[in-house]
């Protein structure tokens, strides 16, 4: 066991863990902006009542994104400063352009619009939530930018063992970036529309049972009668559940078509990985691909990755052959089971979520309810794209080994050379058990507030929920 | 004057803007347990920084991407070196964080006492810590690193009471302006030790940096004895302009040991792009987080209406 061993183990567990937030902060910003607006426009209470549910879920999850963030800024520096040393010329311009340009938008209007409710004009106030969320989507392009540059280097040259860059407008117009933004901005929609999808399915089959509603504890004075209004018309879920629907399956075909985009690149600049995913050894003409082992469909790999059912596709072994020529001894192969699973766990579970959007929206096509047994099948929306999501990150950065650089900086030369086995260990553990704690506190929150269903916005300002009642400026908080 | 100067002046005005603002923000965090009296009056504290906080800690992840793109070599020796106090440090603006906000959100009130409690460390450990980090990057010593957290940690203390006594009413008010006094009993005399960190050979604008800074501190305790809350919150504010400027000048050229600014900048392309971006983002920034402040410009009550 090495630093460099737990290095990676504490960059895997808090990226990973960063990314269960940050598709619901992207994704769910536009969202929830979106249900604003239309309440903006309509000035229907149920668009209103919309806004402030999923805005308090959108909420819990916001500040989970944002403090994780900070560990990836800083983890950097920390475990990888030979890496940051070797790359900050490049690799840093986009993450310094995220802060000015995306961070400090979509921070300070989303302060606006938590507290800004009663202070600011309805149409100011609309768009500080838009502001925020554009600030959220900005911030994946320029971290998207920055990742694509280590998969497939652009716009630089090598002096004095450090990139420097050459063309911002190369790195920020990077082919494998193009691919790589709307495909992972596009999940996080997935993700996010399957995450509403699947709190209203649970509304509806809620009311369905025709249980009273669970009252929310803070507001202990709330009487019956609020408890009940509180459900909502079950009108108002189908309002979420379609538009969730309709946003999951744009947004789904968004994915896929650019995941075919990725596939050609991969065959392009990333060919270990492509073969990696497909478990390909040796150098094939008209290579068949294989969606799940033992299973071959012919020439299909070959037309995906060329749009040519006849072209080569380079192996795992021919290359890590190659390679050894080109860059000397080493082992240039990424875990083949991790990249080869990863790649069907993403690929079945994103299309099965596709695939449940559609069928949604035919289900309840002009009108017609929503099937119970459809409602049940719904609440798999929440999990499986966040999976597929997860598998798309460890296919994309373990198919990425044994370099941080593609060709340039091997993972082993990247880590902190002063940092000892003994402090790795220290922050990964605290790291693990204080996400597994924060987890835990995010999923009894939202559980809670998905269960108890919209507040009654008179209700909130009711007192005698705290020893003193207080004037506050918002109706959020 | 060349681009690697001026980004070395712009990641000093950026933790500068970090350290003006997040400073009040760790000292309301402190201060709530101390100055409130029941949930309603804690409303009342921690909202003075609710609109604000999460936009003033951007000033940090600004300030630290700056760092990586100008001069990676010192992102990556010092951020590196400060390992573990660094990890004491995200752990304490991550409960920070989650605690103000989720405090609204808990379902009772055992859980939020447990927010209130990372506020409060939370608040407390970056607080002490970057105060630490700095001093002993300026003088390689524990002794230095120490005196150099806690009078860190009470200029917040001071700048969050006074900035409480400027955005409330009530007896919220009051409690803040005597917690203020009772901050700067410590801040002051702390203070003082603090400036043996001016580096030995400490240029004349060190000096006069860190002077004056202790004089701005001064004037703040006697400004907030008269009651003179505005003009405090400016001196305290002063102060912390003052002293970090001082701190940035020590560090000039070589802020890390064996480490010059010119070794650790980028390309001079680079350092062109970032001052284009520079230039043309902070305006912006600064006029909606201004306007922010104007928005939320009202003092908090705790009244019931």
């Known amino acids: 066991m090495e630093a460099l061993d737990l290095a990676r183990w504490q960059f895997g567990i808090t990226t990973v863990y960063h990314f269960l937030f940050v598709p619901l902060t992207i994704g769910l910003g536009i969202f929830v902006a979106g249900l604003q607006t239309a309440w903006h426009r309509t000035g229907k209470e149920h668009y209103l009542t919309l806004t402030k549910f999923f805005g308090k879920l959108f909420l819990i999850n916001f500040a989970m994104?944002?403090?994780?963030?900070?560990?990836?800024?800083?983890?950097?520096?920390?475990?990888?400063?030979?890496?940051?040393?070797?790359?900050?010329?490049?690799?840093?311009?986009?993450?310094?352009?995220?802060?000015?340009?995306?961070?400090?938008?979509?921070?300070?209007?989303?302060?606006?619009?938590?507290?800004?409710?009663?202070?600011?004009?309805?149409?100011?106030?609309?768009?500080?939530?838009?502001?925020?969320?554009?600030?959220?989507?900005?911030?994946?392009?320029?971290?998207?930018?920055?990742?694509?540059?280590?998969?497939?280097?652009?716009?630089?040259?090598?002096?004095?063992?450090?990139?420097?860059?050459?063309?911002?407008?190369?790195?920020?117009?990077?082919?494998?970036?193009?691919?790589?933004?709307?495909?992972?901005?596009?999940?996080?929609?997935?993700?996010?529309?399957?995450?509403?999808?699947?709190?209203?399915?649970?509304?509806?089959?809620?009311?369905?049972?025709?249980?009273?509603?669970?009252?929310?504890?803070?507001?202990?004075?709330?009487?019956?009668?609020?408890?009940?209004?509180s459900t909502g018309d079950p009108a108002m879920w189908r309002t979420s559940l379609r538009a969730a629907l309709v946003m999951t399956a744009i947004a789904g075909a968004v994915v896929a078509g650019t995941g075919d985009m990725s596939a050609k690149l991969l065959h392009e600049q990333q060919p270990m990985k492509l073969a990696s995913a497909e478990g390909l050894q040796h150098d094939e003409s008209s290579a068949p691909f294989s969606p799940?082992?033992?299973?071959?469909?012919?020439?299909?790999?070959?037309?995906?990755?060329?749009?040519?059912?006849?072209?080569?596709?380079?192996?795992?072994?021919?290359?890590?052959?190659?390679?050894?020529?080109?860059?000397?001894?080493?082992?240039?192969?990424?875990?083949?089971?991790?990249?080869?699973?990863?790649?069907?766990?993403?690929?079945?579970?994103?299309?099965?979520?596709?695939?449940?959007?559609?069928?949604?929206?035919?289900?309840?096509?002009?009108?017609?309810?929503?099937?119970?047994?459809?409602?049940?099948?719904?609440?798999?929306?929440?999990?499986?794209?966040?999976?597929?999501?997860?598998?798309?990150?460890?296919?994309?950065?373990?198919?990425?080994?044994?370099?941080?650089?593609?060709?340039?900086?091997?993972?082993?030369?990247?880590?902190?050379?002063?940092?000892?086995?003994?402090?790795?260990?220290?922050?990964?553990?605290?790291f693990t058990l204080l996400y597994g704690a924060l987890a835990v506190g995010e999923a009894v929150l939202l559980i809670h507030y998905i269960k108890a269903g919209p507040e009654v916005p008179a209700a909130e300002s009711q007192p005698g929920d705290d020893e003193a009642p207080v004037l506050q400026p918002t109706l959020m908080y | 004057m060349e681009l690697t100067t001026v980004w070395f002046v712009l990641i000093a005005v950026l933790w500068t803007g970090y350290f003006v603002l997040e400073g009040f923000d760790f000292g309301v965090g402190l201060?709530?347990?101390?100055?409130?009296?029941?949930?309603?009056?804690?409303?009342?504290?921690?909202?003075?920084?609710?609109?604000?906080?999460?936009?003033?800690?951007?000033?940090?992840?600004?300030?630290?991407?700056?760092?990586?793109?100008?001069?990676?070599?010192?992102?990556?020796?010092?951020?590196?070196?400060?390992?573990?106090?660094?990890?004491?440090?995200?752990?304490?603006?991550?409960?920070?964080?989650?605690?103000?906000?989720?405090?609204g959100k808990v379902r009772n009130a055992g859980e939020r006492r447990l927010c209130d409690l990372g506020i409060g460390i939370g608040s407390a450990l970056p607080a002490f810590l970057w105060g630490a980090i700095f001093a002993d990057l300026l003088k390689d010593s524990a002794v230095a690193a120490v005196i150099g957290g806690l009078f860190s940690l009470a200029l917040c203390l001071l700048h969050g009471a006074v900035f409480v006594s400027l955005k409330t009413t009530g007896r919220v008010r009051q409690a803040a302006r005597r917690a203020a006094l009772a901050a700067s009993v410590v801040a002051v005399p702390v203070g003082v030790l603090a400036l043996s960190s001016v580096p030995e050979g400490g240029t004349a604008f060190a000096w006069a940096g860190a002077l004056v800074a202790m004089a701005a501190v001064a004037a703040a305790v006697a400004l907030i004895w008269r009651r003179r809350e505005g003009w405090a919150f400016a001196a305290t504010a002063t102060a912390i302009v003052l002293g970090t400027a001082a701190l940035f000048d020590g560090l000039w050229p070589e802020p890390l040991t064996g480490l010059t600014v010119t070794e650790a900048a980028s390309g001079p392309y680079t350092m062109q792009v970032l001052t284009w971006i520079g230039l043309i983002a902070l305006p912006f920034v600064l006029a909606y987080q201004a306007w922010t402040y104007w928005v939320f410009r009202k003092r908090l009550t705790a009244d019931v209406v």
């Open chain 1, 292 to 430: 799940l082992p033992g299973v071959e469909i012919p020439y299909l790999l070959s037309f995906l990755a060329t749009n040519d059912p006849n072209a080569v596709i380079q192996g795992t072994e021919d290359l890590q052959a190659r390679f050894e020529k080109q860059f000397g001894p080493g082992d240039y192969r990424p875990n083949q089971a991790v990249v080869f699973w990863s790649f069907r766990v993403m690929v079945g579970f994103g299309l099965a979520t596709i695939g449940l959007s559609v069928l949604g929206l035919w289900l309840t096509r002009r009108r017609r309810p929503l099937p119970t047994w459809f409602a049940r099948i719904c609440l798999l929306a929440l999990p499986l794209p966040t999976l597929a999501m997860i598998a798309g990150w460890l296919l994309s950065e373990i198919g990425r080994q044994p370099w941080t650089v593609a060709g340039e900086l091997l993972t082993a030369a990247s880590v902190s050379p002063g940092v000892s086995l003994a402090e790795v260990a220290i922050s990964l553990a605290v």
């Open chain 2, 31 to 103: 201060l709530a347990p101390v100055l409130a009296r029941n949930e309603g009056e804690r409303k009342q504290v921690l909202n003075t920084i609710g609109p604000v906080w999460d936009g003033n800690e951007v000033w940090l992840i600004t300030a630290i991407g700056a760092m990586f793109a100008a001069f990676p070599a010192w992102y990556a020796g010092m951020l590196s070196r400060f390992y573990l106090p660094l990890v004491l440090l995200l752990v304490g603006l991550i409960i920070r964080g989650v605690g103000l906000e989720w405090r």
């Open chain 1, 65 to 229: 994104g944002v403090v994780t963030g900070i560990v990836q800024e800083f983890q950097f520096g920390m475990n990888w400063s030979e890496y940051s040393t070797f790359v900050g010329d490049v690799f840093g311009a986009p993450l310094a352009m995220e802060a000015l340009l995306a961070f400090f938008l979509e921070s300070t209007f989303l302060g606006l619009w938590i507290f800004g409710w009663d202070r600011l004009p309805k149409r100011v106030h609309l768009a500080t939530i838009w502001a925020a969320a554009i600030g959220s989507n900005l911030s994946a392009y320029f971290i998207l930018a920055a990742n694509a540059w280590m998969k497939h280097p652009v716009g630089y040259v090598v002096e004095d063992g450090r990139a420097r860059m050459t063309d911002i407008w190369a790195v920020l117009t990077n082919s494998t970036a193009i691919a790589q933004v709307p495909h992972v901005v596009g999940a996080a929609f997935v993700v996010a529309g399957g995450f509403v999808i699947a709190v209203s399915a649970y509304r509806i089959l809620h009311e369905r049972r025709a249980v009273p509603a669970v009252p929310v504890p803070d507001t202990s004075t709330t009487t019956p009668a609020n408890a009940k209004a």
